[in-house]
């Protein structure tokens, strides 16, 4: 699973800085890393990982021994905006036909090695039909996410009416290409306690940044902090593979890390940033300073809290060792899931093979109806009973029992008891896990001084204003109506009350919340000092309203370009991805705005669902194909526009859809309603005009 939409309203806190106009040139870096105005200083330590190892670089030029050409095809086999996976030496290439041009490339998505033969072609990139990720045609270069390596383009040329395909063997066979990077030639790179980019969060949006930076050329010092004891790592897939190894779920090698100096900080928790005087403070008393900074904290999972909830073997799936106890401890025994979301569905659907029994406890009526509206919620809890897996729904957990201190039973609120020897919970997550508090390197104004729109969140024009609004580890209790969950309470350097903290809206008992969020600035900053000229910046790139501190990943809320600018936290895989870009490119000052299509995907009993767009209040869900037979695609409307689809069996309509919206088209509730109504064969044709 990419991630969730069903959340509250998330908080949003303002912080007023203000930088004069004079001042903003010094806060551009360049490419070359000449910009940073700050000055390395020879004391402090960090852990990380040294720069002195190279990784081998394929010679650009491969001589005639390393290569392979034949002719694929004739000139005439292809029509404009057609593709074809065709065989040469001991590989395949895909070959594209775009306005009258031939183009080679890669067969395979470097995702997931999705063949990209079934996937969608249109504005001169081609989309996965399994992740959606977008790859040029004339350079192979990946444009959209998930995922982080582009595709070998090779060379092509027509004679005598034939198409020949020129490409080197280890292209062949490698079917990924990494883009060249600068690699760092700081001198007091993992030695000084100053930096120039330094990335709170080590999930995708902060590899992402970091290797983006890299990639346009950047060369100084990067740090990149997380709270994991591994490299960055493929998250998505724990709860849908219980039993991989870090290693097999690590995103690059470490080797890579070296190579290109980017150091990596491991178990570092951030306990303060302080953004007056650009410096992070780190539990162990760690101190760095910072030129920019990239918050991408992640989030952290909700956790019970009702009676015996300290007993052993109830797990939160959060790292790879999470989740291989929860396998370990559920071979041949009783495994209880709370919550019917895409991670507790992944892993019920993974433990069925291991566990002598699975049962799933459930607040709604059935699963994903949210999300995914209950005509398909349903079909796809037919398809977990037909696999064994027991149902509760519409209730709680109001005790979990023990026997010799571990898990024995999992009593609900409707009185039933159900046996359990291990119980995962995946009832929704907090934001902001590596981050406790954001200081402003001076003492809070009383509330008095600050203006009646910062107290209240709205500034005068009705614009929301957004801050740093980092969501805390949460406490026991909620006092909104769910008293088997928790929620957050404000972060330290709120709590004296002189800033509107709202739990609720950061809690969302029983609304799948997503924890407090950091915001983007969304208009002029408002300040507790008289401004002397406010910095307004741009959500679409990722700049919170403080200068040098950018913001990506599960905690950021920013406007939906196609969905009318609407504020949304999206937190899922690939568009963290698209945030780490959007924000490395404007500390460059390359002014890039996010425009991507929310896509995610997931997996149970060797089915995958895919889902694209944002179906928040949707308020009609049109359906073409047959959900008894889970092979289906469902449209989400409002009103009279599709704003989400789904679908399960009918690639690659639901990369057709995000390449529509991408392209700024707006789609018709009516259009689906006669495409249901007259399609027999499941042609798509009307949404491209080029075919199905």
């Not at 030496?89 to 997931?112: I, Q, R, S």
Request: hydrophobic letters at 40%.
């Amino acid at each position: 699973m990419g991630g969730c939409f069903s959340k509250p309203k998330p908080v949003e806190l303002k912080i007023e800085v203000v930088l004069p106009e004079k001042e903003r040139g010094k806060e551009e870096l360049s490419a070359s890393g000449k910009g940073s105005p700050r000055a390395y200083q020879g004391n402090g330590t960090a852990r990380h990982f040294h720069a002195e190892e190279r990784l081998p670089a394929p010679h650009p030029y491969p001589g005639p021994q390393d290569c392979v050409e034949a002719a694929v095809c004739h000139v005439k086999d292809l029509e404009n905006g057609q593709m074809r996976e065709v065989e040469l030496g001991w590989g395949k290439v895909l070959l594209v036909k775009d306005n009258g041009e031939f183009h080679a490339l890669g067969h395979k998505c470097p995702h997931y090695g999705a063949p990209l033969v079934k996937g969608v072609l249109s504005r001169g990139r081609v989309r996965c039909p399994w992740h959606g990720a977008c790859f040029n045609i004339g350079t192979g270069d990946l444009e959209d996410f998930p995922g982080l390596d582009s595709l070998h383009k090779f060379q092509v040329k027509i004679e005598k009416e034939k198409v020949y395909v020129r490409a080197s063997k280890q292209a062949l066979q490698l079917q990924r290409r990494t883009k060249v990077m600068a690699k760092c030639i700081s001198p007091s790179a993992g030695h000084s306690s100053s930096t120039n980019v330094l990335i709170v969060g080590a999930g995708a949006a902060g590899l992402v940044c970091a290797e983006t930076l890299r990639q346009e050329g950047f060369s100084d010092r990067i740090v990149l902090c997380t709270l994991d004891r591994h490299l960055p790592y493929d998250r998505p897939k724990l709860s849908k593979s219980l039993d991989a190894q870090p290693e097999q779920l690590a995103l690059r090698p470490k080797e890579f890390f070296r190579a290109y100096g980017i150091e990596v900080l491991t178990e570092a928790q951030v306990v303060t940033v302080d953004v007056r005087n650009k410096k992070v403070v780190f539990k162990d008393g760690f101190k760095l300073e910072y030129s920019k900074l990239l918050l991408a904290p992640g989030s952290s999972p909700k956790t019970l809290s009702c009676k015996g909830k300290e007993v052993e073997n109830v797990f939160t799936i959060r790292t790879p060792e999470d989740a291989n106890r929860v396998v370990r401890l559920a071979r041949g025994r009783n495994a209880v899931v709370v919550g019917a979301g895409f991670l507790g569905m992944e892993v019920a659907a993974y433990l069925t093979e291991k566990a002598h029994s699975v049962s799933v406890v459930e607040l709604e009526e059935t699963p994903f109806r949210r999300f995914l509206g209950e005509r398909v919620g349903r079909a796809l809890m037919k398809m977990f009973e037909n696999n064994r897996v027991k149902f509760y729904m519409q209730t709680e957990v109001s005790e979990l029992r023990a026997q010799e201190g571990k898990l024995k039973e999992v009593v609900l609120k409707s009185s039933k008891v159900v046996r359990a020897d291990v119980c995962v919970v995946g009832i929704g997550e907090w934001v902001g896990r590596q981050v406790r508090g954001v200081a402003l390197g001076q003492s809070l104004p009383s509330p008095a001084s600050v203006p009646a729109s910062v107290r209240s969140r709205s500034p005068p024009d009705g614009t929301p204003l957004t801050g740093l609004g980092l969501g805390d580890a949460p406490r026991d209790g909620c006092p909104h109506g769910d008293p088997s969950t928790a929620c957050p309470p404000p972060p330290p350097w709120l709590r004296d009350g002189t800033w509107g903290w709202d739990p609720l809206a950061g809690c969302g008992a029983g609304r799948g919340g997503q924890g407090a969020v950091l915001g983007v600035a969304a208009g002029p900053a408002q300040a507790p000092v008289p401004p002397t000229e406010p910095w307004v910046l741009s959500p679409q790139m990722m700049q919170t309203n403080v200068p040098g501190v950018f913001a990506a990943g599960d905690a950021v809320t920013f406007p939906l370009a196609w969905r009318n600018n609407r504020k949304v936290n999206i937190p899922h895989w690939q568009m963290a991805h698209a945030q780490g870009r959007v924000a490395a490119q404007n500390m460059l000052a390359q002014e890039a705005e996010i425009s991507t299509v929310p896509y995610l995907w997931t997996a149970m009993f060797g089915k995958s669902l895919r889902y694209a767009g944002y179906g928040e209040g949707f308020d009609d869900v049109i359906i073409q194909g047959d959900l008894e037979d889970l092979k289906f695609v469902a449209f989400y409307t409002k009103g009279d526009e599709v704003i989400a689809v789904a679908s399960m069996n009918y690639d690659p309509i639901v990369s057709k859809v995000a390449e529509v919206l991408a392209s700024g088209r707006a789609i018709r509730k009516r259009e689906v309603e006669l495409f249901v109504l007259h399609s027999k064969t499941g042609d798509m044709s009307w949404l491209t005009g080029k075919g199905s």
